[in-house]
């Protein structure tokens, strides 16, 4: 799968779309020090590029022609620690979308704060790509459950052409841990002798968990050399980080750590050290801060990453602004996965009740729930928007032919039953025709009751 970066930043998607499998082969970015950082780090093929001049960069991506177009615009219209008023920076995401819906990839990725959501930036791109042809999987992830050790809260919004809303949302939620990765299981590694250290240890069995998170993205290699900076913030085994919005500044190594920003390496100020917050589990002048090595590997960096800039300010911003690696690479794994037809959309909500509720008894329910399930295996885990050609995919799946009549019939009954079904839940929040979403028409129907 090839893929076109935009708003490359110094490389975090990138990063981990390659660790994945997935090809970068073209990366932008407007700001010229992120693109030496990236074409440094990870290769040459990033470019400073103002995205907002359309008529240049789309004739130019669209001659590369990408399986896949993704990247984070701007945030700061919508983040918690901005101002949240829409300006300049939320129209890079409506910026996005049109160059997306122009060169028309299969794939999109885009990843944005949660605020996002809400913006209307984000509902005029959302309309954009809908009436392109895309499904659209918008998740609401935190990168503590896919190998980071931050509560870092974004919206990864996954996008295919022809398939139906929600395709890629249980995958999603599927790849994530048990549990939030803590600091704890990400630097207690470096403690060599934890008999004499004053480290306390973890139970064995949350060791094991530990273990099993950590091998989730292979960052602790048997041969690794302890740094001293790690081992002071565990055995110190509190982090300070500057609050936002009334927040605590204090954490322990046993939580994640909260959102990397540029100021995650700063010292509790004199303001908080005289009104901290209540909730705090240690004294902020007794804690450990952030350097700037541990703020970028926990964002995904890998050790031998080199920054390059005339100030430490730009290179912390380039960290903050990154996409954590390891939160990209699960991304890139669930749509090369759903790409081979590896995995296949869950059946959410009730739908045996709703089955029940329309007449069918459970055992009958249950049957027209597996052969749904049946079907989506032969469609390669495949939805559609339009279910008349979702059915004459199934209709052309090698070997389908060869089924006896009948489960043929109940297979594609069975889709368009699971079609009326998720169309029911799509009306019931949006008030309108259950079918309306589904695009039922004679021609469906004859197909789904054909034999």
């Keep these: ?39 440094h780090n990870i290769g040459p093929h990033a470019e400073v590029a103002d995205l907002k001049n359309l008529l240049s960069i789309i004739p130019e991506i669209a001659r590369l022609a990408p399986d896949m177009i993704c990247g984070g615009p701007p945030c700061q219209d919508y983040s918690l620690a901005g101002r949240r008023q829409e300006g300049e920076n939320a129209s890079m995401t409506i910026a996005f979308a049109i160059i997306a819906t122009a060169v028309r990839p299969e794939w999109i990725i885009m990843e944005n704060v949660i605020q996002a959501a809400k913006s209307q930036a984000w509902a005029d791109a959302r309309t954009m790509l809908k009436r392109a042809g895309y499904g659209l999987s918008e ?44 600091l704890r299981d990400f630097f207690a590694p470096v403690v060599k002798n934890p008999e004499t250290s004053p480290v306390r240890r973890l139970p064995r069995s949350r060791e094991k968990e530990a273990s099993e998170i950590r091998g989730r993205i292979g960052a602790f290699p048997e041969n690794r050399r302890p740094h001293p900076d790690d081992i002071a913030l565990v055995e ?34 004199p303001k908080y050290l005289s009104n901290p917050h209540p909730d705090d589990p240690a004294p902020a002048a007794s804690t450990f801060a952030l350097t700037r090595d541990q703020a970028s590997r926990i964002q995904g960096f890998p050790e ?138 004679p021609e469906t129907l004859e197909l789904a009751n054909a034999a």
Excluded at 149 to 173: C, H, K, M, N, W
Excluded at 237 to 259: A, L
Excluded at 402 to 408: A, F, G, Q, V, Y
Aim: proline fraction near 5%; glycine fraction near 8%.
């Design 1 to 39: 799968m090839r893929a076109v970066e935009l708003f490359c930043g110094a490389g975090g998607m990138s990063r981990g779309l390659i660790d994945a499998g997935i090809q970068v082969i073209q990366a932008y970015d407007a700001w010229p020090v992120a693109v030496e950082n990236y074409r």
């Design 139 to 182: 998740s609401r992830t935190n990168a503590s459950l896919y190998g980071v050790p931050q509560s870092r809260r974004r919206l990864i919004v996954t996008a295919r052409l022809g398939e139906r809303d929600g395709f890629l949302q249980s995958a999603i939620a599927a790849a994530s841990s048990m549990r939030p990765m803590t």
């Design 236 to 269: 110190n085994g509190f982090v300070y980080s500057r609050p936002v919005r009334g927040g605590r500044g204090v954490r322990t190594i046993d939580e994640p750590y909260p959102t990397v920003t540029r100021t995650s390496w700063e010292r509790p100020a």
């Design 304 to 441: 031998d990453w080199r920054w390059i800039a005339r100030t430490q300010r730009d290179i912390l911003q380039m960290i903050a602004n990154a996409v954590p690696a390891p939160l990209a690479k699960a991304i890139g794994e669930i749509i090369l996965a759903r790409q081979a037809g590896q995995t296949i959309p869950a059946i959410e909500g009730r739908f045996l009740d709703w089955l029940e509720r329309s007449g069918h008894r459970r055992t009958i329910a249950r049957n027209i729930k597996s052969s749904a399930m049946r079907a989506r295996r032969l469609l390669d885990g495949r939805t559609y928007a339009d279910l008349a050609r979702e059915l004459a995919n199934l209709d052309a799946v090698a070997g389908f032919a060869s089924l006896p009549k009948n489960t043929r019939s109940d297979l594609r009954r069975a889709l368009l039953l699971l079609a009326e079904f998720e169309a029911s839940k799509k009306s019931r929040s949006k008030r309108r025709c259950p079918l309306a979403s589904i695009e039922t028409t």
